[in-house]
C-alpha cells in the first residue's frame, strides 16, 4: 500500500503533460551524432557507459553472463552498422544484484572516471526491494553529478521479472516507473521505456519467448531494449 500511494503521489506532483519535458530522442544527442559522423583524423572516442544491475551486465540463466547478447553490445554492433567510422567505447559498470543506491556510492570512482559522452541507468528492476524515497535520491544524485560534468542522461525503465504480473497497475515495479519518468521529466533527460514493449509482449502471452530466466531477458529481450535506445543515436 504504501508504494501505491508514492505512485499516487508522484502521479499527482508530476502530471502526464510534464513527460512531454523529457528530452525527444530527435534532438537530445544531435552533437554526438555529428560526432560518431566524423571520419579520421579528426574523429574521438565517444564513450558509452551502462550503469545498473544484472541486466545490462548481460546476466542469463544459471547466472551466465552473455556479454555478446546484452544490450549494451548489441546497441554497440547496431551503431557500428550506422557509424562505420565511429569510434565507440561501450563501458558497461554493471553489478549482478546490485540496486542504485549501491551503485551511487560507487559513482564518481567507476563511472565518471571513464569521462561518459552518454550514461545510462538502469536499476529499477531491483530498486523496487528498496525504499522509494532513497531510490529516488540515489537516482536523482547520479544524474545531476552527470549533468554537472555536461553528460548526456538517458533512463532506463525495468524490463520484467515472471514473477510480477507486469499489466497489472498494481504491481511493486509501478512506482519505480513513475519515478523515473518524473526525473526525466524534471531533470530533461532521455527516457527510454521498454518496459511498455515489454507489457505488449506479456499482454500477447508470448513473455517467456524473450526471457532468458526468471528475471533476465534473452537477446530478443535486449533487442527490445535497444530499439527503444536507437532512436536517440
Same mark, same amino acid.
Given at each position: 500500500m504504501r508504494?501505491?500511494?508514492?505512485?499516487?503521489?508522484?502521479?499527482?506532483? +508530476?502530471?502526464?503533460?510534464?513527460?512531454?519535458?523529457?528530452?525527444?530522442?530527435?534532438?537530445?544527442?544531435?552533437?554526438?551524432?555529428?560526432?560518431?559522423?566524423?571520419?579520421?583524423?579528426?574523429?574521438?572516442?565517444i564513450n558509452l557507459?551502462?550503469?545498473?544491475?544484472?541486466?545490462?551486465a548481460g546476466y542469463g540463466d544459471r547466472h551466465e553472463v552473455n556479454t555478446l547478447q546484452s544490450y549494451p553490445n548489441l546497441m554497440l554492433k547496431s551503431l557500428k552498422e550506422k557509424y562505420p567510422y565511429a569510434?565507440?567505447? +561501450?563501458?558497461?559498470?554493471?553489478?549482478g544484484g546490485e540496486n542504485s543506491i549501491k551503485g551511487q556510492t560507487r559513482f564518481d570512482t567507476d563511472v565518471l572516471v571513464h569521462k561518459?559522452?552518454?550514461?545510462?541507468?538502469?536499476?529499477?528492476?531491483?530498486?523496487?526491494?528498496?525504499?522509494?524515497?532513497? +531510490?529516488?535520491?540515489?537516482?536523482?544524485?547520479?544524474?545531476?553529478?552527470?549533468?554537472?560534468?555536461?553528460i548526456k542522461v538517458i533512463?532506463?525503465?525495468?524490463?520484467?521479472?515472471?514473477?510480477?504480473?507486469?499489466?497489472?497497475?498494481a504491481n511493486p515495479l509501478e512506482p519505480y516507473i513513475a519515478m523515473i519518468?518524473?526525473?526525466?521529466?524534471?531533470?530533461?533527460?532521455?527516457l527510454a521505456d521498454p518496459n511498455v514493449k515489454f507489457?505488449?509482449?506479456?499482454?500477447?502471452?508470448q513473455l517467456k519467448e524473450v526471457m532468458a530466466s526468471v528475471n533476465h531477458p534473452n537477446e530478443a529481450g535486449h533487442m527490445l531494449i535497444v530499439k527503444e535506445l536507437l532512436p536517440y543515436f
Amino acid at each position: 500500500m504504501r508504494k501505491l500511494f508514492a505512485l499516487f503521489l508522484l502521479n499527482l506532483l +508530476v502530471p502526464a503533460s510534464a513527460y512531454s519535458q523529457v528530452a525527444g530522442a530527435g534532438k537530445y544527442l544531435d552533437s554526438i551524432r555529428h560526432e560518431l559522423t566524423i571520419q579520421w583524423p579528426k574523429n574521438r572516442m565517444i564513450n558509452l557507459v551502462f550503469h545498473g544491475h544484472s541486466v545490462p551486465a548481460g546476466y542469463g540463466d544459471r547466472h551466465e553472463v552473455n556479454t555478446l547478447q546484452s544490450y549494451p553490445n548489441l546497441m554497440l554492433k547496431s551503431l557500428k552498422e550506422k557509424y562505420p567510422y565511429a569510434v565507440i567505447n +561501450v563501458i558497461v559498470t554493471a553489478i549482478g544484484g546490485e540496486n542504485s543506491i549501491k551503485g551511487q556510492t560507487r559513482f564518481d570512482t567507476d563511472v565518471l572516471v571513464h569521462k561518459p559522452d552518454v550514461l545510462l541507468i538502469d536499476y529499477a528492476l531491483n530498486d523496487r526491494f528498496s525504499n522509494l524515497a532513497k +531510490v529516488k535520491e540515489a537516482w536523482e544524485k547520479m544524474i545531476k553529478a552527470a549533468l554537472d560534468k555536461k553528460i548526456k542522461v538517458i533512463l532506463l525503465t525495468p524490463s520484467p521479472d515472471q514473477r510480477i504480473e507486469i499489466n497489472d497497475p498494481a504491481n511493486p515495479l509501478e512506482p519505480y516507473i513513475a519515478m523515473i519518468k518524473s526525473l526525466a521529466a524534471q531533470y530533461k533527460t532521455g527516457l527510454a521505456d521498454p518496459n511498455v514493449k515489454f507489457k505488449e509482449v506479456a499482454a500477447q502471452g508470448q513473455l517467456k519467448e524473450v526471457m532468458a530466466s526468471v528475471n533476465h531477458p534473452n537477446e530478443a529481450g535486449h533487442m527490445l531494449i535497444v530499439k527503444e535506445l536507437l532512436p536517440y543515436f
